[in-house]
């Protein structure tokens, strides 16, 4: 299936699969009850000193991607969510959802691409283990 992100503001749709909360804090003015998790794995959001330091300014995204990808390689924690969300994606669709206003500026864009760039090579494992 696929890994997509998501506004949580967004309506809940059927095709959003697995719908996982990637943002450390609680999102205002949205009952838990409205969104529909399915988990909040916060050891895949980025600590709180990037977080603030980054501010969501354009300028620094780059800089910002590198230091959270960091953050996720050094976490044991965050690297066995990682194996379970790309697991889960398998036969699941798995919606990634944040709540920063900017779609083109946020963490979520860069721990789906995170996901993705991990799943590749489970992949190509697994066809080359299939076709033995």
Known sequence: MAIQIKRI???????D?????????WPRG?????VQLDGWPKELTPSTGIRVWF?????????????YRSELDASPDAQKTVREIIQQS???TVTLLYAAK???????IILKNYLDEKMQPMQL????YNSD
């Open 9 to 15: 503001y967004d309506p809940v749709q059927k095709s």
């Open 17 to 25: 699969g697995i719908r996982l909360l990637v943002d450390r804090l």
């Open 30 to 34: 949205i009952s838990k009850e409205a």
């Open 55 to 67: 501010g969501h300014k354009e300028e620094k995204f780059d800089e910002f991607a590198v230091l």
């Open 90 to 92: 398998r036969d699941n």
């Open 102 to 108: 900017d779609p083109r500026i946020n963490h979520a």
């Open 125 to 128: 494992f697994i066809t080359n």
